[in-house]
């Protein structure tokens, strides 16, 4: 079976200022995504799902479907507050999406074998797609062996503000041994740092971080699932704002040893809209790599 991509596009963009996901980011109209999707049409995917919000769903279809969409087969799965597993309820007053494992756990109902996971609003480079297609073909859909895209920390930075990553222990073998999710971290003093309980703390620049370009065999929705409860009960007691992170899930499960996870390594430097001030960046980012022959001038015809 051909492996999936799944994109990542219910994020509500609160430090963009509105919806990232579908604003034009080349002079021909291009969304960010169209760049990750022709890519992975590239690379041998031949079908998508994107995870959105319900009310996304027509202005995705405007974007998808007569362009990118007459080459991969474009579905559409809701990730909704309500969609949760076996009898749990939402706290009062949530309007927070559950987050990146929730999301992916969205797009169950179209997921059939091994699936690469992809963020909306990042700019992820050719050579992942090709690294992450080539894994993922080769895989054994019923195992728990799975493989992640390490991008190096100093390429993937916001000159706008603070960013979010995972930072990866890697092992000499090229296998993920635990992935801490950092919330804030920014060039700041002439090094790298990360915001720790009102403190800077410094990180390595070259470290390996994970940018969301995950490749996963089907088994990760039980291993989702089984991990919604306890997850809900640290919503509860923080004012139901918590996500439920991917990073964070996979942390967990290589330290309880039920699955393992190859690092692909690119040193493709990251284009992506954390900020809005990002969007001049990124335009001018994707103009060089057209004027370079990296992409046709239109890459939909």
Known sequence: MEPTLVIMAAGIGSRYGGLKQIEPISDEGEIIIDFSLYDAHTAGFRDAVFVIKEEMERDMRSLIDGRAGKYLDAKYAA????????????????????????AVWSARGFIGGPFAVVNADDYYGAEAFRAMHEFLAGADANSNHHAMVGYVLDNTLSNSGAVSRGVCEVDAGGFLTGVT?????????????FLDGGEWRPVRPDSTVSMNFWGLMP?????????FPAF???????AAQEEYLLPVLI????????????????EDRWHGVTYR?????????????????????????
């Open 79 to 102: 990730q909704r507050l309500d969609d949760l597993p076996g009898g749990l309820t939402a706290p009062a007053g949530r309007v927070k999406p559950w987050g990146t494992s929730h």
């Open 181 to 193: 999710e950092r919330k804030k971290i920014m060039r700041r003093g002439g090094g790298v740092c």
């Open 219 to 227: 088994g990760i929705f039980d291993d989702i699932e089984a991990g």
């Open 232 to 238: 809900m009960e640290s919503a509860r007691a923080a």
């Open 251 to 266: 942390d967990s499960l290589l330290r309880e040893g039920r699955a393992d996870v190859r690092v692909l390594r690119s």
């Open 277 to 301: 001030d990002d969007k001049h960046a990124v335009r001018a980012a994707i103009r060089e790599l057209k004027r370079r022959g990296a992409y046709p001038e239109k890459l939909w015809g």
